[in-house]
């Protein structure tokens, strides 16, 4: 017997926690799925611009993860080993550090995690307080890190945080350079009173701040709004905490493989990090994270970090697969092409309409900023976030058959983060319809701004 959306949405709805989140503005249950596209169980068919929040680099069920995960079961090789190693893992250690910056991979050591990214942070963060022997870390403002306790801890959004009592102590946020909503009033060089400041906090005896463990940012804020940090700035910072002896953890779940035009969001700036963090795309769509890092602050004894699943064959397998894949067919290349279209096809909109403040982001990793024009902006020229005007557009795109997730300041930014693999018959598919979901939620809000939730 089929059954429909409702039938699986009231079913979750009695029995999944109340901390589900995605299917209350993403209300389907997906059946059948494959490259860009998915299918509802009502036989609705979506362009998917989520992705599994950018975990799938080469979309749904792509025929060489297929493939791996195939060739790897009926090879008669384990599928967990813990941290034993087998000639799967050997493979896709030597992939991936194949793949990073030689500067940094030839003197780098690699920890695998337990399989979420927020995992890996922790892991980042164990690793930098027992090499430095330092008990704080600095963070950013819009920073997203994951949602386990030390994790969320380096997060910046408040509400989640505002529940959970205990979160790890000594952990300082800095400004991060946001032009839109610049923290300092003045717009695109508020990077280098950011980066000034930051080095004064590490410098000053009398700055109240003890030197952390660690420093962790994100080169491309994903959750915190689509936000790409300034090179200078970038640049700025690996000078500041390289003088500081504060080791710096790069942040790369969402922005590794590919997806800003680049093999690693690092390379735009050409710095050299102490650690990266990946998740997501490197597991070929299965759960897979691992940290690498400096040899320098390899001081960790025996059995400091474990994790049961620090040994999923399958995610190597499909993770070797991708990034095989990504390199062979240079798809950071295709996807800053694609970026770059796409983000003209944005702009293109945001001309036509009245309620998008700003569209920004590198690659395959977009934003655009949704806003009240009706209230005055402020000295910059920019507009008050439209939280409410953001959800409906969310709305009319599911309506139309495009899957986008929400980000940024009050959830007023709408995220793209499609598949690596998608074509310019996609990107203008995606961009007609989220045209037309502006649009209608647009006159909804003028006509009837009560019901624009309904």
């Known amino acids: 017997m089929e059954h429909t959306n409702s039938y699986y949405l009231n079913s979750q709805s009695m029995r999944e926690s109340n901390a589900r989140s995605y ?100 892991a ?21 890190h994951g949602m386990t306790n030390g994790a969320l801890s380096l997060t910046g959004n408040l509400n989640p945080k505002s529940k959970v009592a205990g979160l790890m102590p000594d952990v300082q946020f800095m400004p991060y350079p946001y032009a839109y909503r610049c923290p300092f009033g003045i717009g695109e060089q508020g990077h280098k009173i950011s980066s000034r400041y930051i080095d004064h906090v590490l410098s000053d005896p009398e700055s109240g701040c003890l030197k952390p463990a660690g420093m962790i940012m994100e080169l491309v804020q994903g959750e915190g709004g689509v936000i790409p940090a300034p090179i200078e700035w970038v640049r700025n910072i690996r000078e500041v905490a390289t003088r500081q002896d504060v080791p710096l953890i790069i942040d790369e779940v969402q922005t ?28 070929g769509s299965l759960p897979l994270a691992v940290i690498v890092y400096d040899e320098r602050l390899d001081s960790w004894e025996p059995g400091a970090h474990a994790g049961t699943f620090r040994g999923h064959q399958l995610g190597m397998a499909t993770g070797l697969a991708t990034i095989r894949f990504v390199r062979e067919n240079r798809l950071e290349e295709h996807a800053e092409v694609m970026g770059s279209y796409f983000k003209r096809k944005l702009e293109a909109i945001q001309v ?27 000295q910059l020229g920019s507009y008050i976030a439209y939280p409410e005007l953001a959800k409906r557009i969310q709305l009319e795109c599911v309506k139309r058959g495009l899957i986008v997730e929400l980000g940024g300041r009050h959830g007023s930014v709408v995220r793209f983060l499609p598949p690596l693999i998608i074509t310019e018959e996609h990107v203008e598919q995606i ?3 989220f045209h037309d979901a502006v649009l209608e939620a647009e006159a909804v809000v003028m006509s009837k701004p009560q019901e624009v939730l309904t």
């Open 23 to 122: 299917p209350r503005k993403i209300p389907i249950a997906i059946t059948h799925a494959q490259g860009v596209m998915i299918k509802d169980a009502d036989g609705k068919s979506y362009i998917d611009c989520l992705a599994g929040a950018g975990t799938l680099a080469l979309g749904h069920n792509h025929p060489v993860m297929v493939e791996a995960i195939h060739n790897t079961i009926n090879s008669g090789l384990p599928l967990h080993t813990l941290d034993l190693t087998t000639p799967l893992k050997e493979q896709f250690v030597e992939e991936l550090l194949s793949s990073l910056p030689y500067e940094f991979a030839s003197r780098a050591k690699i920890q695998f995690c337990g399989p979420s990214g927020a995992d890996a942070v922790e």
């Open 124 to 144: 980042a963060v164990k690793l930098v307080k027992t090499a430095t022997g330092r008990r704080g870390m600095m963070s950013f403002h819009g920073g997203y």
């Open 256 to 283: 590794g493989l590919g997806r800003t035009g680049k093999l690693y969001a690092l390379e735009h700036a050409g710095i050299m990090p102490d650690v990266v963090v990946l998740s997501k795309a490197i597991g």
């Open 352 to 378: 036509s309409t009245s309620c998008i403040g700003e569209v920004r982001g590198l690659g395959l990793m977009l934003g655009a900023e949704i806003v009240n024009k009706d209230v005055a902006p402020d």
């Open 431 to 433: 961009c007609e319809r």
